[in-house]
């Protein structure tokens, strides 16, 4: 099945610095990436994703790039604020269609 | 509904004793998943639903797990024999079509084994 790497597992940036989390995966079936934020005692929310027919794409002070060859994205927050820090989660949804996840970071973005 | 609900949002039960966590999804969600998130931790894959497929129980910790779910609507989610480990939050999550799509969570069932 589908293997998703996620690094680091924490990280700490000064707010207005960006910030910058990996996942590798290893079905090279995958077609769409997203990526959950989960705040402390909340559920996670999609915040943004990808599908493999594109490399970027961006949402305001966030993005995500994708590497098909390489079989990596990554999620790439910019001008962090103190409401950024939370837990973040990759995933893939493999050859089965069936979401697989990262095993988090948890981003702190210091005043 | 508006979104997915599951119920109860806590549970305490002692060692031993049987649980049912229930999962309503969104109106439409064909994919229905279970995870489980220890305190501080990942998210654990359990079981996927999909249509009228045979579900996807790879995930599923013991025999004393087990989950169904009636055609597209409501699952339960079954925790026989609970033991302490077993300590966690349940979260159910719903999607349109495969996997493929965006996933919306539920709150989540807090069960607590004593």
């Known amino acids: 099945g589908e293997n998703v790497e996620q690094h680091p597992s924490t990280l700490s940036v000064q707010e207005g610095d960006s910030a910058v989390i990996k996942c590798t995966y290893s079905d090279s079936a995958s077609n769409y990436f997203p990526w959950y934020k989960q705040e402390l005692g909340k559920r996670p929310q999609l915040i943004i994703d990808i599908r493999s027919n594109v490399g970027e794409k961006k949402d305001q002070r966030i993005a995500v790039t994708l590497n098909k060859t390489a079989k990596h994205f990554s999620l790439h927050i910019t001008e962090t604020q103190p409401e950024d820090s939370a837990v973040y989660f990759c995933a893939s949804s493999g050859s089965a269609r069936q979401l697989t996840f990262g095993s988090g970071t948890q981003l702190t973005v210091l005043p | 509904g508006a979104g997915v609900s599951q119920s109860p949002s806590n549970k305490v039960t002692e060692k031993g004793k049987d649980v049912e966590l229930r999962c309503d999804p969104i109106?439409?969600?064909?994919?229905l998943y279970w995870y489980r998130q220890r305190l501080g931790q990942g998210l654990e894959f359990l079981i996927y639903f999909q249509g009228n497929s045979a579900p996807d129980k790879s995930g599923l910790p013991s025999d004393r797990f087990s989950a169904e779910r009636t055609g597209e609507s409501v699952s339960t989610l079954t925790i026989q024999r609970t033991q302490q480990e077993d300590s966690a939050v349940y979260l159910c999550a719903s999607s349109f079509s495969s996997g493929a799509n965006v996933l919306t969570f539920g709150a989540g069932s807090r069960l607590t084994v004593l």
């Open positions: 109106s439409g969600h064909t994919a």
